[in-house]
């Protein structure tokens, strides 16, 4: 995985005014979280929608018009068709004006841009996925990929937290993996309430118990920066090289493609070098500013 | 190559606006490229180099992007600037730095807004004389009286001016101008003299080799950093007036059911530039002005092979602090071991 | 260096060197002609880079809020003023300064002197001040001028040659103020009917190019977070449309009233030159006709935007 190699950046439509959004519909609402909420969406446009295409990691361009725009991985899988869907906290002017639509109301959309996880590294390798609250949603969508394509990986585990039982995002996916005998699936919580039947703990301390092996293993992380700090030293102590670890990072993408110029760490924009990386590739960053 | 007599400027600047909005420097209350008024030569007297650059007819402060109309569904309407604009009067550094931020706006992704001016712009030269005292572009490899990167090329050589086509594009433009005239060899050798004189004004210099070699290992010497930062006040003027800075923000307006997307400049030492709701990497003052010194030095080079300064020296002479680029360049602590 | 130089640069290398503060913030001589800029050091060797001449403009009580622990500071009159409004806000303490104090008698200001000579600073060779009269020498001419012609408008309105707070006091007071020059500008706009007013505004702030530098180097815009960046809600639009622009700086205007001590930096430093001092001299006259008060002269006074009297409560509320 090269993070300069930029001929793997899947262009969509790269033709022509690539600040112009696509308008997209939302079709169905989830409320995953008191603050985090789902869209599921299309294009609007027949022939741009059927056109077309982006793979696990990538991330868009979402507008609400008249309030902004804001970048948001897509967090569905390429692998299903039918809708794209996006995760979403509450925490600013453009996400605050998110959560006040409804269905059948339109959105902007455009990209998909930075590059991918890379499919091809991941493929015969044990996986270990581990998440923190909304940052879930870049994970899923390769997950699912994985799921759809099962027989390419090897033994899938996936660790995923959040502060308390509600606020743990995409419920319903949790419940199918916990079933899907093919996958160990383990949901953690910082703090239980009564009802909580689950574990207590934090994701890294969660992680370092559940031992995956890593031989042969990749391991996915994306979470709070304070999440990710503490779990880069477990995978470490577990044995995982730095090439072993990849994450997906966020910053203030502002035009996704390179141009505005604030989501660089050195060298490196997010936005079009990113937001995929290896541990052992933001090491090697001019920057402790990631 | 041709000449004019400076007498007769207006004229020809009255045949190019026929065809296209010529822009001039002027001085309404701050020194920069604006409409020429249809018969105002003087700033051939009193003109050094605009404040505001010339990368504001190209990338202006604000420009729309769009207009978001709403009926059943939203439509988005964009309206192309097409202006056929031909800024006279273009220094090297500038045109330069113009060249500069094609090379960001074309990579990938076409930045349709700015490249769309660009091509529909001609540059018109103008080979400085007196140079300022903050200048450095000498030691960016620019000579402040010559230029490849406009489409014409002007030169003072006293009553007259002389004039060099420098693109095909500067080619045609001259082709069609009348009211020139041959310009000899004596014009010419005056001119050279001339161009000489003032590339040795430029007193100025940074060593670019050194710079090279030591900003990287520079980068994590926190204590430094944070000692050039001190004295910054975190303004926007040196990225603002910057004619290489091209950085910018996009932000949607909307009232009384019309709303429009603009772009508009940023800045790097804005707290808010890359602060997110939940975090914020650069909000400690040293991290931002060493982002702007690297951008420029190490980062811009790392990726495209060129320094992203021309050495206009404006970020020198109107910060609010005398905060001086080139003195932080000549005191980077650290060298690569060899 | 001049005796005075060399007192101050004494007193802050003793300072440093007792432990008596930590950092000084001063002024060193600048990388161009008339220029100085702000020295913060910790380093005793520093300062000897001390300077004190018709150019130390800036007004350094703007960095007291960036640094910890004791500081010794050089203060002009104004910028004094804007330490004692600064300590009557608690945003620093008066046990963490040790002010050196200069007085003053007016800056000179490089436009004025480029306006009356017809020459670019880099073509003066030499600006000298002797009393009342400032010699600018180019290409070997001289050229005399009364002080009053060269001075920054604000410091012909200088309330106070010497600081109202000090520690110690480098040099001797003397003043070259001419209260109606130092509001010309002002009268001018007085004159004007409310159109002409709005028009002349219209035009001066379709210049702004929102860098911000009136923001960051006043001492009295100290909110850690400015009300322009707020985006939920937005007040105002980021995009430097010359309403907006406008709004903007008579919104700022109004949250230092009371506060600005008429240092003029925020005119200086604006590099399209708005002329922002017209608003602020305005602003603070209107607060000394109607509340009697002047920023910064008194530390122990009560603050002007947190004292009430009764007695004002129609003007102030209807």
């Known amino acids: 995985m090269v993070v300069r190699d930029i001929s793997q950046r899947k262009r969509f439509l790269n033709s022509g ?12 609402i989830i409320e995953e979280t008191p603050t985090i909420r789902t869209f599921h969406f299309n294009i609007k446009d027949d022939k741009v929608r059927e056109q077309f295409t982006f793979e696990s990691g990538q991330f868009a361009e979402y507008s609400v018009f008249g309030v902004g725009e804001a970048p948001f991985c897509i967090s569905s899988s390429p692998t299903r068709k039918d809708h794209l869907e996006v995760a979403f906290q509450k ?31 991941l493929k015969g390798k044990n996986l270990v996925f581990v998440a923190g609250g909304i940052g879930m949603a870049p994970l899923r969508s390769l997950i699912w990929n994985v799921i759809d394509n099962r027989a390419k990986y090897e033994k899938v585990t996936i660790i995923y937290g959040a502060r308390s039982p509600d606020l743990l995002c995409f419920k319903y996916d949790l419940t199918d993996w916990q079933k899907d005998s093919s996958l160990n699936t383990v949901v953690t919580v910082d703090r239980g309430t009564p009802d909580w039947k689950g574990n207590v703990g934090f994701v890294p301390a969660v992680l ?50 390179g141009k505005c110029g604030r989501c660089n760490i050195g060298d490196v924009f997010v936005c079009r070098d990113g937001p995929v990386f290896s541990y052992a590739e933001i090491k090697g960053l001019a920057s402790s500013e990631y | 190559m041709k000449k004019i007599k400076k007498s007769d400027l207006n004229k020809l600047l009255s045949q190019w606006q026929q065809k296209y909005s010529v822009f001039a420097p002027s001085n309404h209350g701050v020194v920069k490229m604006t409409a020429w008024d249809g018969k105002d030569t003087t700033f051939l007297d009193w003109y050094r180099n605009t404040v505001v650059p010339p990368k504001n007819n190209f990338l202006p402060g604000m420009e729309k992007m769009f207009d978001i109309k709403k009926d059943a569904g939203y439509k988005l309407e964009v309206t192309a600037d097409d202006t056929k604009q031909l800024i006279f009067g273009v220094r090297p550094c500038d045109a330069r730095a113009l060249a500069l931020i094609d090379v960001n706006f074309k990579d990938g992704y076409e930045d349709t807004y700015y490249l769309n001016r660009r091509k529909n712009g001609l ?26 990167d406009v489409d014409v090329m002007f030169n003072d050589i006293g009553e007259e001016l002389l004039i060099a086509e420098v693109t095909d594009k500067g080619k045609e433009l001259l082709a069609a101008s009348s009211g020139l005239s041959d310009a000899t060899a ?127 020296g404006r970020c020198i002479r109107q910060c609010p602090v005398n905060w001086d680029i080139t003195q932080v360049l000549s005191t980077l602590p ?4 060899a | 260096m001049t005796d005075t130089e060399k007192k101050l640069q004494d007193k802050a290398k003793e300072l440093l060197e007792q432990g008596k503060v930590e950092h000084i913030i001063g002024y060193a001589a600048g990388s161009l002609k008339f220029t100085t800029t702000p020295l913060i050091t910790k380093d005793k060797d520093d ?10 403009v800036n007004n350094l009580s703007v960095f007291l809020n960036d640094i910890k622990g004791k500081i010794g500071i050089v203060a002009k009159p104004c910028d004094a003023r804007s330490i004692v409004s600064l300590l009557q806000d608690q945003q620093v303490a008066r046990e963490n300064l040790v002010i050196l104090g200069l007085p003053c008698q007016g800056l000179i200001d490089l436009r004025k002197v480029e306006r009356l000579t017809g020459k670019d600073r880099d073509d003066i060779d030499d600006i000298t001040r002797n009393g009342d009269k400032v010699t600018v020498t180019t290409g070997g001419k001289t050229q005399k001028f009364a002080a009053k012609e060269v001075i920054f408008d ?8 010497t600081p109202p707070e000090y520690d110690f006091l480098f040099g001797e007071p003397s003043s070259a103020t001419d209260k109606e020059l130092g509001r010309k500008n002002i009268k001018e706009l007085e004159a004007m009917s409310p159109q002409q007013r709005w028009d002349f505004w219209k035009q001066e702030f379709s210049r702004c190019i929102r860098c911000y530098a009136c923001r960051q180097v006043c001492p009295a815009c100290f909110c850690t977070r400015c009300f322009i960046e707020e985006t939920e809600p937005q007040w105002l639009s980021p995009l430097p449309r010359w309403q907006d622009n406008l709004l903007f700086q008579t919104t700022r205007m109004l949250h230092v009233a009371g506060r600005c001590t008429d240092c003029g930096e925020c005119e200086r430093v604006c590099p399209v030159n708005i002329p922002l001092r017209s608003i602020s001299k305005k602003v603070e006259e209107i607060v000394d006709e109607l509340f009697q008060y002047k920023a910064g002269m008194d530390k122990n006074a009560e603050r002007f935007m947190t004292a009430y009297e009764p007695s004002e409560a129609e003007d102030l509320m209807r």
């Open chain 2, 186 to 312: 004596a014009d010419e050798a005056k001119a050279k003299e001339a161009k000489e004189a003032t590339f040795k004004k430029v007193t100025r210099k940074i060593n670019t080799g050194e710079i090279k070699e030591r900003l990287m290992p520079s980068f994590e010497n926190e204590e430094y950093w944070k000692n050039v930062a001190a004295k910054c006040v975190s303004c926007g003027i040196c990225t603002f007036l910057c004619p290489t800075c091209y950085c910018f923000d996009i932000n949607d307006e909307q009232s009384k059911g019309e709303a429009a997307r603009f772009r508009n400049w940023d800045c790097c030492s804005f707290a808010v530039y890359t602060k997110m709701p939940m975090e914020n990497p650069r909000e400690e003052k040293w991290r931002r002005v060493r982002q702007k010194v690297n951008h420029k030095y190490n980062f811009f080079p790392m990726i495209y092979e060129q320094i992203a300064c021309t050495g206009c």
């Open chain 1, 208 to 257: 370092e118990k559940t031992a995956p092996s890593a031989n042969n293993t990749v391991a996915v992380v994306c979470g709070p920066p304070i999440m990710i700090r503490f779990t880069f030293p477990v995978l470490d102590k577990l044995g995982f090289k730095p090439e072993q670890m990849i994450t997906t990072l966020e910053k203030r993408m502002k035009c996704g493609i």
């Open chain 1, 91 to 121: 925490v600013g002017r453009v996400t605050n004006a998110m959560n006040r639509l409804a269905v059948g109301d339109e959105i902007g959309f455009r990209g998909p841009y930075g590059n991918t996880f890379p499919m091809d590294y």
């Open chain 1, 17 to 28: 005014n690539v600040y112009l959004p696509h308008i997209a519909v939302i079709e169905k």
């Open chain 2, 123 to 148: 540059l018109v030269g103008l080979g400085c004389t007196s140079p300022c005292a903050s200048c450095f572009c000498t030691s960016l490899n620019i000579h402040p009286a010559e230029s490849q």
């Open chain 3, 154 to 161: 604000d410091c012909l309105s200088c309330e106070t040659p």
């Open chain 3, 47 to 56: 300062a000897r880079q001390l300077v004190i001449n018709p150019f130390i």
């Open chain 2, 334 to 337: 650290e060298k690569a071991k």
